[in-house]
Every structure is written in structure tokens, then in C-alpha cells.
């Protein structure tokens, strides 16, 4: 691939922090892969077990081009990764759906998580980290550890999967339209996650860092924002984590 460069570990605490910590001296594009993390970090403070070197853990950095219009941490860069790991996970015949605002299930249990962090400074340029974890071949035994229902894509497919090939596979459909991403912001991929995004039109459980309420999931705006309706009031969200009722 061209313009990418690779940066790979053995072991690293975390992709982000190390992505986070030498940003000044990581170039646009660049891919830090570990093949296992200390201290894997999850959505919302929660840890993301990073121990089995044939599951998938990496982090791409990415900075705003100076002419772009919209910048980097407003056109919801993980909103476009779920699409694209969805696109990949199809490849191998499965069928993923997106939760809001970015985690990938198949058959309602959790197999990639994506975790953005920014890196803003005064009159600087956005820069963001862009994480993502991929079950690709876990145990059962790992499977029951985690704290929500997952899976697993060897689980779902009963064969063992090649990490590389799904991560070249991954990441060349990501920047394949990347940058028309940058250009477009979310009204590019809006289709294309609606379309795997099956909560929509129902009730869920919306939990946010200090409250739980129920509430219906009306749609996803222009901007990725999901639209709620509680009771007769419409409120659109930006954060928050869905569960179906
Ligand atoms: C989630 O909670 O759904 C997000 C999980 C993100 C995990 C990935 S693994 C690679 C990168 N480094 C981390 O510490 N976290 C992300």
C-alpha cells in the first residue's frame, strides 16, 4: 500500500498510547500494530483484553490536511472504520451489524471495538488515533471472559484466520476511500451505515457516563449523531452506548 508506513510490536502497553505519546514524530497514515497489549483500553474507561497474538490490535494515526474543509475529529472517523470493518468482515461471509456509534457485532455479540483518542492542541492541526481490536481467533474460554456478549470471526466460521490477510484486506479498503471521507464527512458512508445498523426504529437502553434512560432510536443525522425520542421530546446524542431493548 502506498504512503502507509507499518510500525510492528511484539508487545506494547497500548497501540493508542504509544500512537498518542509519539505523535509529533508519527507521519499521516501510519499503522501500529502490537501483537499484544498490557493495557488494551476499551470505550468509556473499560479494558480491552489484548492477550491472544492471533487477535487483531492496531492503530492508525491520522492528521487533517491543512486544505481540508471539515476537520479530522468532527467527520466521526470510527463511524467510517465500523463501515469498513463490516465491508471486510462480509468478505469472509458473515453477516456483521453496526451498534452506534461503532461497534461491530455479528449475530448481536461484540467482535470489533474501536476507540478514537485526539490529540488537540491550540492552533494546531487535529490529529486523532484510531484503534481498533478484532476478534479473529479467540477461544471460548477468551469469549466468556469478556464482560459482554462477543465472538469470535474463527468462532462464527469454524476455521482458523489468517490475521495479515484480514488486516491488508482492512486497511486497504480504508484508504482506498479515505480521503473522498475526508472531502464528504459522514453523508458518504450515511447509506452504508444505516444499512447495518438495526436498532434503528427501536427502543434501547441509552447509557451514558452518569445516567441510563430508555428511549427510541429514530435515526442517524448527517453528522453521525444518532437521533432519540423520549416520551414526545427529540434529543440528537453524540455519545452514549445502546442496548435493544
Ligand atoms: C471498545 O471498547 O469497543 C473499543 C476497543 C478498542 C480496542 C483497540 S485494540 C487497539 C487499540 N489500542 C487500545 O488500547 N485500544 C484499541
Do not use: H
Not at 506494547?12 to 500512537?19: F, I
Not at 501500529?32 to 498490557?38: M, S, W
Amino acid at each position: 500500500m502506498k504512503n502507509i508506513n507499518f510500525i510492528n510490536f511484539e508487545e506494547l502497553p497500548s497501540t493508542n498510547t504509544y500512537a498518542l505519546t509519539n505523535i509529533d514524530n508519527l507521519s499521516d497514515k501510519t499503522v501500529i500494530v502490537a501483537n499484544i497489549q498490557k493495557r488494551g483500553k476499551g470505550r468509556l474507561g473499560r479494558v480491552w483484553i489484548s492477550d491472544n497474538p492471533e487477535n487483531l490490535y492496531f492503530t492508525i494515526v491520522l492528521k487533517s490536511p491543512k486544505n481540508l474543509k471539515v476537520k479530522l475529529p468532527f467527520v466521526n472517523p470510527t463511524q467510517y472504520m465500523a463501515v469498513i470493518i463490516c465491508e471486510t468482515l462480509e468478505s469472509y461471509g458473515v453477516k456483521p451489524q453496526i451498534k452506534w456509534p461503532n461497534d461491530v457485532l455479528v449475530d448481536g455479540k461484540k467482535i470489533s471495538g474501536i476507540l478514537a483518542e485526539a490529540f488537540i492542541k491550540a492552533d494546531d492541526l487535529p490529529r486523532i488515533v484510531l484503534g481498533v481490536g478484532v476478534n479473529l481467533n479467540s477461544t471460548p474460554e477468551e469469549i466468556e471472559k469478556i464482560d459482554q456478549k462477543a465472538t469470535s470471526l474463527n468462532l462464527e466460521l469454524n476455521k482458523k484466520i489468517d490475521k495479515k490477510l484480514f488486516l491488508d484486506k482492512l486497511l486497504e479498503n480504508f484508504f482506498e476511500k479515505y480521503d473522498e471521507f475526508l472531502l464528504q464527512g459522514f453523508p458518504l458512508i450515511k447509506e452504508d451505515y444505516i444499512q447495518r445498523s438495526p436498532f434503528i426504529g427501536k427502543e434501547v437502553t441509552i447509557s451514558s457516563l452518569n445516567s441510563n434512560f430508555n428511549a427510541v432510536a429514530e435515526s442517524i443525522l448527517d453528522d453521525g449523531s444518532l437521533r432519540i425520542k423520549i416520551g414526545d421530546e427529540f434529543k440528537n446524542l453524540n455519545a452514549g452506548d445502546l442496548t435493544l431493548i
